[in-house]
């Protein structure tokens, strides 16, 4: 799965880039080239980033699924933010 998005549903990313409910992550077409030219499956979407598992409700899993996440992981969105900040890049799956 390669993340082009992710909905900020953690405290990190708040602090690196303005308010947004989703940071684009800018280097998911590069992974995914990566990925087609060596014949490595993958899917690209919207990923749902959250502090903690518990946080996986069913009403946010619904409603995270209904915008068109496909994923939800615990980094990405602050990662990226950070990044974006510093100037650094990000490459993510």
């Avoid at 919207?46 to 209904?66: C, G, M, P, V």
């Amino acid at each position: 799965m390669i993340p082009a998005e992710a909905y900020r549903d953690e405290g990190t990313s708040y602090h690196y880039a303005p308010a947004a409910d989703y940071i684009t992550i800018k280097n998911a077409d590069i992974v995914a080239n990566f990925m087609r030219e060596n014949g490595i499956p993958f899917v690209k979407g919207k990923a749902w980033t959250t502090d903690s598992f518990y946080r996986e409700t069913i009403n946010n899993f619904n409603k995270h699924k209904a915008d068109g996440c496909i994923s939800v992981e615990m980094e990405c969105a602050a990662l990226q933010a950070m990044c974006d900040f510093r100037g650094l890049n990000f490459y993510t799956f």
